[in-house]
């Protein structure tokens, strides 16, 4: 088996600068990225060529892509400990990606239920081909780095699977390339549900007002909207995979993804309180966790050749490794070495 070449399992995960972030993405993907970054080798990059696979606007997307950059760091990753870059500024994405897309059946792409649901929102002239294709560039992504881990919430687990059937049928085709990386949810938050609608997944590009908490919200409009939180007509306060109870199970969701308790002790604790000492104490511990990551965020974006230089040395550290991935597919595909 291939593996990377140092002693610590790698991690690399990825979220798209589409939009302003969530406390999904947070207690989702970055969460876990900061808890991990100091026992495992850890990549995480800003993924710029996924965001084009629905139409942006050039100057949104590359302010967007620094803000991305910025809340990484805000959330607490360590750009001496984590390796951060901006995955166009390594061109070998879009070269594996390429090969990856010829060895990819259509009949696994189109069963991704990701993009079943958005290419249902659009007429098939104007859907572009990227976005079918977006899973071949994912696992593009994470095979360059022969990545062990992949820390993501769960809507991307469908996505995981196809980057193992993918590599294992690289391998199988042409020899031992790539690694078979290997999923890893949080325990909690791993999909936190829409404030007004809790069926369905919290998203960054859901337009109505009160659907999601972002990370840079105000914290008086955070808490609103928490506060305002679809919920039920019962009084108990328990986790329930009951769908009338997905408002109360997801504001204890993420209650418990942010303090890390168990489902018994957090049960215990609101075992005689209301729906409104819920909503106020899942405020409270969301606003606690925003206010110092946006004082953090603020000072970084003011900073602005720090930034600039946490992704220069990301690009040169994982430029590297990606291009030597990128040769030997390249060499074990067939394609003449130029000399
Ligand atoms: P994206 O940008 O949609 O989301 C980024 C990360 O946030 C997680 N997430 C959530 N987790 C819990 N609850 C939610 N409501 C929620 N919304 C989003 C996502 O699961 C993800 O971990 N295809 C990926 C980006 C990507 C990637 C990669 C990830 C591209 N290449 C390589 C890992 C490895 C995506 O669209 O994520």
Same mark, same amino acid.
């Given at each position: 088996?291939?593996?990377?070449?140092?002693?610590?399992?790698?991690?690399?995960?990825?979220?798209?600068?589409?939009?302003?972030?969530?406390?999904?993405?947070?207690?989702?993907?970055?969460?876990?990225?900061?808890?991990?970054?100091?026992?495992?080798?850890?990549?995480?990059?800003?993924?710029?060529?996924?965001?084009?696979?629905?139409?942006?606007?050039?100057?949104?997307?590359?302010?967007?892509?620094?803000?991305?950059?910025?809340?990484?760091?805000?959330?607490?990753?360590?750009?001496?400990?984590?390796?951060?870059?901006?995955?166009?500024?390594?061109?070998?994405?879009?070269?594996?990606?390429?090969?990856?897309?010829?060895?990819?059946?259509?009949?696994?792409?189109?069963?991704?239920?990701?993009?079943?649901?958005?290419?249902?929102?659009?007429?098939? @002239?104007?859907?572009? $081909? *990227?976005?079918? =294709?977006?899973?071949?560039?994912?696992? /593009?992504?994470?095979?360059?780095?022969? %990545? !062990?881990?992949?820390?993501?919430?769960?809507?991307?687990?469908?996505?995981?699977?196809?980057?193992?059937?993918?590599?294992?049928?690289?391998?199988?085709?042409?020899?031992?390339?790539?690694?078979?990386?290997?999923?890893?949810?949080?325990?909690?938050?791993?999909?936190?549900?829409?404030?007004?609608?809790?069926?369905?997944?919290?998203?960054?590009?859901?337009?109505?007002?009160?659907?999601?908490?972002?990370?840079?919200?105000?914290?008086?409009?955070?808490?609103?909207?928490?506060?305002?939180?679809?919920?039920?007509?019962?009084?108990?306060?328990?986790?329930?995979? @009951?769908?009338?109870? $997905? *408002?109360?199970? =997801?504001?204890?969701?993420?209650?418990? /993804?942010?303090?890390?308790?168990?489902? %018994? !002790?957090?049960?215990?604790?609101?075992?005689?309180?209301?729906?409104?000492?819920?909503?106020?104490?899942?405020?409270?511990?969301?606003?606690?966790?925003?206010?110092?990551?946006?004082?953090?965020?603020?000072?970084?974006?003011?900073?602005?050749?720090?930034?600039?230089?946490?992704?220069?040395?990301?690009?040169?550290?994982?430029?590297?490794?990606?291009?030597?991935?990128?040769?030997?597919?390249?060499?074990?595909?067939?394609?003449?070495?130029?000399?």
């Amino acid at each position: 088996m291939v593996s990377n070449s140092g002693n610590k399992p790698r991690v690399l995960s990825g979220i798209q600068p589409s939009g302003n972030l969530t406390i999904g993405n947070y207690l989702g993907a970055l969460k876990q990225w900061v808890e991990v970054q100091r026992q495992f080798d850890c990549f995480y990059c800003v993924v710029d060529l996924h965001a084009i696979t629905v139409a942006q606007n050039p100057d949104e997307l590359r302010q967007k892509t620094r803000e991305s950059a910025a809340m990484y760091i805000a959330a607490g990753l360590d750009p001496e400990v984590s390796t951060i870059f901006v995955q166009s500024h390594i061109a070998a994405h879009s070269e594996l990606a390429w090969m990856l897309t010829c060895m990819a059946p259509l009949g696994w792409l189109h069963r991704m239920t990701q993009f079943k649901d958005k290419s249902a929102k659009q007429s098939q @002239e104007s859907i572009g $081909a *990227g976005l079918l =294709n977006y899973p071949s560039l994912m696992a /593009a992504d994470i095979l360059l780095y022969h %990545a !062990d881990l992949v820390p993501v919430g769960d809507d991307q687990n469908q996505h995981l699977e196809f980057t193992r059937d993918l590599a294992q049928r690289f391998n199988h085709a042409y020899g031992e390339t790539f690694t078979l990386p290997s999923v890893m949810n949080p325990e909690a938050g791993a999909r936190i549900m829409g404030l007004d609608n809790p069926t369905a997944k919290m998203s960054k590009s859901e337009d109505s007002e009160n659907h999601a908490v972002f990370l840079l919200d105000d914290l008086a409009a955070a808490r609103r909207k928490i506060m305002r939180a679809v919920t039920d007509s019962h009084r108990e306060i328990r986790f329930s995979s @009951e769908r009338e109870r $997905a *408002g109360v199970n =997801n504001l204890l969701t993420i209650y418990q /993804a942010i303090t890390d308790e168990s489902s %018994a !002790d957090i049960e215990a604790h609101f075992a005689d309180k209301g729906y409104g000492d819920l909503k106020r104490a899942v405020a409270d511990c969301v606003v606690s966790t925003l206010e110092p990551l946006q004082a953090r965020y603020y000072e970084l974006m003011n900073e602005k050749g720090y930034l600039d230089s946490v992704l220069k040395l990301g690009r040169e550290k994982a430029g590297a490794i990606a291009e030597a991935t990128l040769k030997r597919a390249q060499e074990n595909m067939g394609f003449l070495a130029p000399s």
